[in-house]
């Protein structure tokens, strides 16, 4: 489960209440230390993320599905992180200021486990980025074998 104010990628690092981000590190000798980085994070950008959890959810989804952290990225699509209110996520979330979606890179990193539970959730396998390719395209130009195989008998049973 996610932890409220924890980073949705490593779950180690917290935002305090100010907007100071904390980064637990280890140093050589294996001691455990904590970083502030508050005055490197820029606080409009903290106000602009708490401000709209909608945009916080969809932000933390899209983290955990290029990091692979399947099992956390479902409670989104399931309406079960600690934001949704029972709200289920759109599966076809595009990263912001463009149209690429956790699709897009699942099939640039060959990552069927991505794609299959996108799909599972509604994903669209032919929604589009700003350059008119969907992830079998994209799939194609990177030779990802297996989200090439995936995606092409989802085609081939749909079409």
């Given at each position: 489960m996610l932890y409220h104010n924890r980073c949705p990628i490593c779950r180690e690092?917290?935002?305090?209440?100010?907007?100071?981000?904390?980064?637990?590190?280890?140093?050589?000798?294996?001691?455990?230390?904590?970083?502030?980085?508050?005055?490197?994070?820029?606080?409009?950008?903290?106000?602009?993320?708490?401000?709209?959890?909608?945009l916080e959810r969809?932000?933390?989804?899209?983290?955990?599905?290029?990091?692979?952290?399947?099992?956390?990225?479902?409670?989104?699509?399931?309406?079960e992180d600690l934001l949704a209110k029972g709200k289920k996520?759109?599966?076809?979330?595009?990263?912001e200021g463009?149209?690429?979606n956790a699709m897009h890179l699942a099939a640039l990193m060959d990552n069927v486990e991505d794609v299959k539970l996108l799909l599972k959730y509604g994903a669209?396998?032919?929604?589009?980025?700003?350059?008119?390719?969907?992830?079998?395209?994209?799939a194609k130009e990177q030779d990802a074998k297996r989200v090439i195989a995936l995606l092409s008998e989802k085609q081939n049973r749909s079409g």
């Open positions: 690092s917290n935002l305090n209440g100010n907007g100071g981000f904390w980064v637990g590190l280890l140093n050589e000798s294996g001691d455990r230390l904590l970083f502030d980085f508050e005055k490197e994070i820029d606080h409009k950008l903290y106000l602009k993320y708490w401000a709209n959890p909608e969809k932000v933390s989804f899209l983290g955990l599905m290029a990091h692979m952290a399947v099992e956390d990225a479902e409670l989104f699509l399931k309406g996520l759109d599966p076809n979330v595009c990263y463009s149209r690429k669209d396998a032919e929604f589009m980025d700003e350059d008119g390719k969907t992830a079998l395209d994209m």
